[in-house]
């Protein structure tokens, strides 16, 4: 953790100065951000699985504990009121100690409904971030998640920090270390729950600890975009794996896919051709190069794939145009990546939430952004058999369809290849396949 240690003493440095610069600009005396509440379930005296509130874990690496406030000005040391309530149905989660805890003022609250008593007394001019607006609201906040203040934020969490991007590279090395294990599991004849529980048991995280729910997909299965049904039992014919499962490390995400086929056939090389159309658009990457660009690069590159495969005919430009590489890649080439799955920012043109749309073409397009130094993005072409998609095409989109190769495939459901990869001013570092997943 000496690595973690060093790292972080300028993560926060950098963390108060965005607090001082946006408090400043808006007339604020600070923020205070709430790790969040448990959320009960609906006639039942259960809770939900809590997650935090990211502002909050962009702080410090406490994910599994509500009622926790983060007191912040810029210029103070910041104060972290952790919740330990006197409790014996519950394990109460010890007094933090780790590389971390030296920059906080720790305080311990044992009542949620006390906060109030640790909270500055000028509490009219601080704004509150966090998901509870009614007890804002009971607290006397005034200011609660200011469109100016979050708008910020958002923008400014595109930009790495050195702690952060390591965090990044750890959680990258626990999701490989599972995926090398799925992909063995997948061989050997498991089940798409067995996969999944082989997974898990490799990474040493569960199911509410990992970063979102895994996609663990068999043949045609492949061709949901997020599968998450888990077949207990094993197909009769084994055709195609997708797996597309990630990792948590101090609360940052890892977002890695990959995709198998049984046997080498026509499914097979396929993989093997989209593999490159994947490290082509990666060797794309720098500093003001607009994601959007490489996005629409993709589609002309999947357009060839479609004609090399004999999955369509024409031109690239006519399957672009007609919208043919739309139904058998609907989705956006990837995402922003960090303490969220799909980080927020990817629309922002500037801290003040300029909203940079996606193409008219393109809706799911996750960013839009132009890249910069020290951004994290995913990139996931993909290439499926999805009938009602195919079924929508205009008579001459279909008519550019080689519908007997489509038959062939549609058993194996589909293609995704995704690695999680940081720009750097001279040079692109693919986290996922440095960490040892290169195929």
């Known amino acids: 953790m000496e690595q973690l240690a060093c790292l972080y003493h300028a993560h926060m440095t950098e963390l108060n100065r965005r607090v001082a610069d946006i408090c400043l600009r808006e007339n604020l005396s600070g923020l205070v951000i ?17 997650k935090v509130n990211p502002q909050f874990k962009a702080w410090l690496p406490i994910l599994d504990t509500p009622n926790c406030w983060v007191i912040a000005n810029g210029q103070d040391k910041p104060t972290l009121v952790f919740y330990r309530p006197v409790d014996f149905w519950h394990k109460v989660n010890d ?24 909270l500055p007394k000028n509490i009219e001019s601080w704004a509150y971030i966090g998901e509870h607006l009614d007890v804002a609201d009971v607290l006397g906040f005034s200011a609660r998640n200011p469109d100016a203040v979050m708008n910020y ?33 997948f061989y050997n004849g498991a089940s798409e729950f ?23 997909a068999l043949n045609q299965n492949a061709a949901i975009l997020h599968y998450t049904a888990l077949e207990h039992t094993k197909p009769a014919q084994r ?32 993989i093997v051709a989209l593999d490159k159309v994947q490290q082509t658009i990666i060797g794309q990457m720098k500093p003001g190069v607009k994601y959007v660009d490489l996005h629409i690069a993709t589609h002309h590159y999947i357009g060839q794939l479609l004609i090399d495969f004999e999955l369509a005919s024409g031109t690239v430009e006519q399957l672009v145009a007609d ?32 909203h940079i749309a996606a193409p008219e073409a393109h ?28 079924e929508q095409l205009t008579p001459t989109a279909k008519g550019l369809i080689n519908w007997t190769t489509v038959d062939e495939l549609r058993p194996f459901g589909g293609i995704r290849i995704e690695d999680n990869v940081i720009v750097h001013h001279d040079r692109v570092e693919n986290m996922t396949r440095e960490c040892g997943l290169i195929d």
């Open 239 to 270: 055709l195609s794996f997708l797996i597309d499962a990630g990792a948590n490390f101090h609360g940052y995400a890892a977002d890695i896919t990959r995709t198998y086929s049984f046997e080498k056939n026509r499914f097979y090389e396929l």
């Open 323 to 354: 919208g043919v590489t739309s139904a058998f890649f609907p989705h956006g080439l990837g995402h922003m990546l960090g303490l969220q799955v799909h980080d927020m920012g990817g629309y922002s043109h500037d801290e003040r939430g300029t």
């Open 363 to 390: 809706p799911f397009l996750r960013c839009t952004r132009m890249l910069a130094a020290n951004q994290v993005l995913t990139i996931e072409p993909g290439l499926y058999i999805i009938d009602t998609l195919l």
């Open 34 to 50: 709430h790790s969040g509440q448990p959320h009960r379930q609906f006639l039942d005296d259960l809770n939900y699985p809590f």
């Open 194 to 216: 067995d996969i999944q529980q082989r997974y898990l048991l490799e990474i040493g995280q569960g199911e509410n600890e990992v970063p979102y729910g895994n996609i663990i």
């Open 153 to 185: 934020l958002h923008y400014h969490r595109a930009d790495k920090t050195q702690y952060e991007l390591e965090c990044m590279r750890r959680a990258n090395q626990i999701a490989v270390k599972g995926h090398l294990a799925a992909k063995n599991a």
């Open 95 to 118: 007094v933090p100690h780790a590389f971390w805890t030296e920059h906080f003022d720790i305080q311990l609250l044992t009542k949620p409904d006390r906060i109030a008593d640790y």
